[in-house]
């Protein structure tokens, strides 16, 4: 069958309905009304998250012989936050709209005035705010900046005023308190990054594991942020997930394992289905004060190209923080040179929901498919199969003359190894268009030659080609298709 792709910017708002509509993804605690920023995963989502962490817990831990994984707690001793920085300088400079009553984050404001002066081709003289805005930030200038909102004439999008309050630096880290009675109990933080759970475990782990440098140590779990702004459904959350890998390494090192990561992390990407057209570098120019190189890996999407990983030299500076604050050492003998140091990290980051949606965004597939007087759209998710919710529904054609009990067979032979669905109501054709719009990537139909010579009709989601295979064959052609393995030969 002849198919074309129809070329249409998918815009975030198709996406959003048909996560919500399909089961990946919805606003959480929704009969309230939801909660901003905060989302919860369907059956479906949380299948292709599943998939996703698992992947790159594989991948970070499973392939490198160097690398062993943790999972520490989201509650830390504040003394954590004190010592990486959080509690003092993990701030957004935010401002107030006195009539709209509606938060900005000043640098946002800014930087789109500077897009705005791009996109007119004063790409100078939008640099030139920038700098001068970073410059101002530097030096704890609020009112410098206030002042820069205001001569650049930005109004709030909702009131059309410049009625602008005060800038005021906002602490992004969520706090609550801990102990049985008012008096006792303690302010403590909500981990904003998982990365402080793997530096405070860096010898624990180094000594259980008897790493040798360098190695690593990887983490999947929550992060909270207190967004100022939350916007772009799941690329801004409050509550998040991060995949983080801290690789520790001899000080003067860190640039080869600094290149190293960035390549292998883009490589990963690309494997995991999303186009390398679609995915680039963004180095950045200022660094925080821990950092003496950092890139961010951008994936495109329908809202302009924006960060989904950073990969960050962070120098000795958290360790030599937590050095200091806990007063005990976080040094390593390194017996191959003599020595006594303590090591330089090179850190991945990746956020799980923003991986989802840059794969939700990449698989979103519209298509017109047929000609002339029979042609019809057909919309679903182009999903590498390893990652897909469900590998297979299995249809007995009709629900009658033993065919719905062959398909159960095969349903209960296929679950144990895959996540798979039965489906005998409707026409099959609804029932693969179901499918497709969770880019379920075969189709098993059960149909009276079955009964006879027990071989299945396999229908291939992306081209809708149809395949006779025997019921025997079943496992290890799905199992081909859908292996991590697919993923990892890539690597
Ligand atoms: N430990 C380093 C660190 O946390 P980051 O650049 O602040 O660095 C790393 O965050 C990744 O975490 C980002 O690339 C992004 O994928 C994800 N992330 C950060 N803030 C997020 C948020 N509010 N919502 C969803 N994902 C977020």
Redesign the pocket.
Known sequence: MATQEKVSEHNLGKIISHAKEYGFVFPSSEVYDGLAAVYDYGPYGVELKNNLKTLWWKSMTQLQDNVVGIDASIFMHPLTWKASGHVDSFNDPMVDNRDSKKRYRADQLLEAKAEEYAKAGQEEKGHALLVEMGRLLDAGDLNGVREQIISEGIVCPVSGTANWTEVRQFNLMFSTRVGSVAEDADTIYLRP?T?QGIFVNFLNVQKTARMKIPFGIAQVGK?F?N?IVARQF?????E?E?M?MQYFVRPGEEMKWYEFWKETRLKWHQAVGLPAQKLKYHVHEKLAHYANAAV?IEFEFPFGFK????I?SRTDFDLSQHQKLSKKKMQYFDNEINQNYVPYVV?T???A??LFLAVLCNAYTEEVVGEGENQKERTYLKLHPAIAPVKAAIFPLVRKDGLPEKGMQIFNQLKQDFRVVYEERDAIGRRYTRQDLIGTPFCIAVDYQTLEDNTVTIRHRDSMEQERVSIEELRDKIAREVSFSRIYEQL
């Open positions: 990054e990365a992060a942020r967004e799941i690329f801004r959350m409050r998040f991060q983080e961010d960060e989904i990983e950073g960050h850190e980051s990746v956020g929901d923003r």
